[in-house]
Nanobody
Framework: QVQLVESGGGLVQAGGSLRLSCAAS????????MGWFRQAPGKEREFVAA????????YYADSVKGRFTISRDNAKNTVYLQMNSLKPEDTAVYYC?????????????????WGQGTQVTVSS
């Protein structure tokens, strides 16, 4: 079992930066692939980024590629999402997810565990 808690969300101006954190509990965390998803009001949850268990591989949605960076520190049981050059369209609730098969899936149905989310609002 894995428990996930997101933090670091808030209000920023367009062009600014924000770093989200996902703290995980569970002895098997280091063997799980991790992903970030987001959901805006009235829209479906969409994939943002994913990272392999050892941090050796990562994958990004086209909408955030070049602006966002996913990383992890297994010693701290934490996954990060560094968001730069933020746009109003990035406004959403951001969720952290864990995949026990260590596959960087881009669909939410393939992930086993989810956090409660953290709000990110980008003003124009």
């Amino acid at each position: 079992q894995v428990q996930l808690v997101e933090s670091g969300g808030g209000l920023v101006q367009a062009g600014g930066s924000l770093r989200l954190s996902c703290a995980a509990s569970g002895r098997t965390f280091s063997t799980y692939a991790m992903g970030w998803f987001r959901q805006a009001p009235g829209k479906e949850r969409e994939f943002v980024a994913a990272i392999s268990w050892n941090g050796g591989g990562s994958y990004y949605a086209d909408s955030v590629k070049g602006r966002f960076t996913i990383s992890r520190d297994n010693a701290k049981n934490t996954v990060y999402l560094q968001m730069n050059s933020l746009k109003p369209e990035d406004t959403a609730v951001y969720y952290c997810a864990a995949d026990r098969t260590n596959i960087m899936y881009t669909t939410e149905g393939q992930y086993d565990y989810w956090g409660q989310g953290t709000q990110v609002t980008v003003s124009s």
